[in-house]
């Protein structure tokens, strides 16, 4: 089978189709989440609902409901995206959710501590709340992205000094190998060229300028020399 | 990755975030008023 493992582009659409979904899901948590929690800050941050003891804020219609089912539907749907991330080659941006729900719900904390629905002073609880989750959401993002850039640059350096090691054993092979034989550096995975030397290898003036070189420098004999230059016309014609 | 692909996945993101945050503010006007 000449495509190998090469996944059908019907697979490669459903997986983008997956990945758009499964985001999209992931955000409308994180979206219901926040404004839930809104829900129960606006009644004094706490509520309850069920059970058999005698409940002094109820909370809102739905709201327990709400609050779990984001947050396990989002969990699965979190690893959903990032399973789908890998099979469609996509920028894996799913890191970004932890700063986006911790930073949102951390604004939520000093929105509702700053400004108190009562309409009293300020709600010293809420603000730590709000500051914590505000470092908790803010310091990855902090941290990462010079990171991120870091990585970035130093895969740039690191292709740039393989070129510049893969051209330097290529020179170091040509200059231990005979005249005739003439390395060339090559991608990996490129197909050999096909046919006689002298077709694919255009470089027979420098192998005459470093005999020559090598005569000049008393490395050769004058006959020497005559031989190997002959050897080399005669192998390049 | 070429541009093309790198606008690709850009507007893939958008479109889910967008959709996301619609999608979820439906879901909660309707199950919680």
Redesign the interface.
């Known amino acids: 089978m000449s495509r190998g493992n090469r996944p059908s582009p019907i697979s490669v659409t459903i997986w983008h189709i997956v990945l758009v979904v499964s985001f999209a899901g992931v955000i409308a948590s994180m979206t219901i989440l926040y404004r839930s929690m809104r829900s129960v800050l606006a009644i004094g941050g706490s509520c309850a609902s069920g059970g058999p003891y005698q409940i002094a804020v109820p909370c809102p219609d739905g709201i327990g409901e709400l609050l779990n089912g984001s947050i396990w539907v989002g969990v699965i749907l979190l690893f959903l995206a990032l399973f789908a991330t890998g099979k469609t080659g996509a920028p894996n941006v799913v890191w970004l959710l932890w700063p986006g729900l911790f930073i949102s719900l951390g604004y939520n904390f000093l929105d509702f501590g700053l400004h108190p629905p009562d309409g009293g002073g300020t709600q010293s609880g809420f603000i730590s709340c709000g500051v914590i989750f505000m470092i908790m959401g803010g310091g990855p993002l902090l941290f990462t992205i010079p990171l991120m850039r870091q990585g970035r640059n130093g895969r740039r350096r690191g292709s740039e000094v393989a070129e510049r090691a893969l051209m330097a054993s290529t020179r170091l092979r040509n200059a231990m190998t005979p005249p005739n034989v003439v390395v060339t550096a090559m991608p990996f995975g490129a197909e050999m060229p096909r046919g006689p030397v002298s077709e694919r290898t255009p470089s027979v003036v420098a192998d005459l300028e470093r005999l020559a070189a090598m005569y000049r420098s008393g490395a050769l004999t004058s006959a020497e020399f005559e031989s190997a230059k002959q050897q080399l016309l005669t192998g390049a014609s | ?1 070429s541009t093309n692909q ?1 606008v690709k ?1 850009a507007v ?2 958008l ?3 967008a ?3 619609i ?3 439906r ?2 006007d309707a ?3």
Request: charged share 5%; hydrophobic share 75%.
């Open positions: 990755m790198k996945f893939m993101y479109v889910s975030i959709a996301g945050i999608i979820g503010i879901i909660f199950v919680a008023f």
